[in-house]
C-alpha cells in the first residue's frame, strides 16, 4: 500500500480523474487565494455559506466516516452516532485525515481517497442548486448538484444536525 504522501503528489489531479471516471463534468477551479473555510470559499465565490460541502473526516472506532456537511452546519455527532448505531464519533487528527485521504485537511474533497470511506451527506444539502466542494488542496474546489455528489460518493443520506 502506498504510503499516504505519495498519493499527495497531485490530490487536485486525482479528484480531477475520479469526477471523470465516475460520469461526472471536471468543474474545478483552482484559486490564487487559500479557500481552507467555507467562509472563505463562499466569499471567493460568491455563494451562501451553506452551499458549500465541508468534507468532515471523523473516526468511529479506529475506521474513518467522512461527513460531507453544509458550510452553514455544526454536525451533531451524537445524533449521527444514534442514527448509525455506531459508538462515538470523534473528529480526526490531521495525521489520520492525511492517511485514510491522501489530502490535508482544509482540502479535503468528497472523492479522490486511496481507499472508499463510509460517506454520509448531509440531506440539508439538497436545498441548493449548484454545491461547491474541496477538490484536494486549499485552494480548489468543484461545482456538483445533491444528486451527482450523491451518486459519485455513494454515500448515506441523513440530517446532521
Given at each position: 500500500m502506498?504510503?499516504?504522501?505519495?498519493s499527495l503528489r497531485d490530490p487536485?489531479?486525482?479528484?480531477?480523474?475520479?469526477?471523470?471516471?465516475?460520469g461526472a463534468k471536471d468543474t474545478v477551479r483552482i484559486f490564487e487565494e487559500k479557500v481552507p473555510t467555507a467562509a472563505a470559499a463562499?466569499?471567493?465565490?460568491?455563494?451562501?455559506?451553506?452551499?458549500?460541502?465541508?468534507?468532515?473526516?471523523?473516526?468511529?472506532d479506529g475506521?474513518?466516516?467522512l461527513i460531507l456537511a453544509s458550510g452553514a452546519a455544526k454536525v451533531d455527532t451524537a445524533?449521527?452516532?444514534?442514527?448509525?448505531?455506531?459508538?462515538?464519533?470523534?473528529?480526526?487528527?490531521?495525521d489520520f485525515v492525511l492517511e485514510h485521504t491522501g489530502q490535508e485537511v482544509g482540502g479535503v474533497a468528497p472523492i479522490g481517497h486511496p481507499q472508499p470511506i463510509r460517506t454520509i451527506l448531509d440531506s440539508s444539502l439538497q436545498d441548493h442548486g449548484e454545491l461547491w466542494?474541496?477538490?484536494?488542496?486549499?485552494?480548489?474546489?468543484?461545482?456538483?448538484t445533491y444528486v451527482d455528489l450523491?451518486?459519485?460518493?455513494?454515500?448515506?443520506?441523513?440530517?446532521?444536525?
Open positions: 502506498p504510503k499516504a504522501t505519495e487536485v489531479q486525482t479528484v480531477r480523474k475520479t469526477l471523470l471516471a465516475l463562499a466569499s471567493v465565490l460568491g455563494c451562501e455559506v451553506a452551499a458549500i460541502t465541508n468534507s468532515l473526516v471523523f473516526e468511529v475506521a474513518p466516516l445524533l449521527v452516532a444514534r442514527q448509525l448505531g455506531t459508538g462515538k464519533i470523534r473528529r480526526a487528527m490531521p466542494a474541496g477538490a484536494g488542496d486549499h485552494n480548489s474546489m468543484f461545482s456538483i450523491l451518486r459519485i460518493t455513494g454515500a448515506a443520506e441523513l440530517p446532521v444536525r
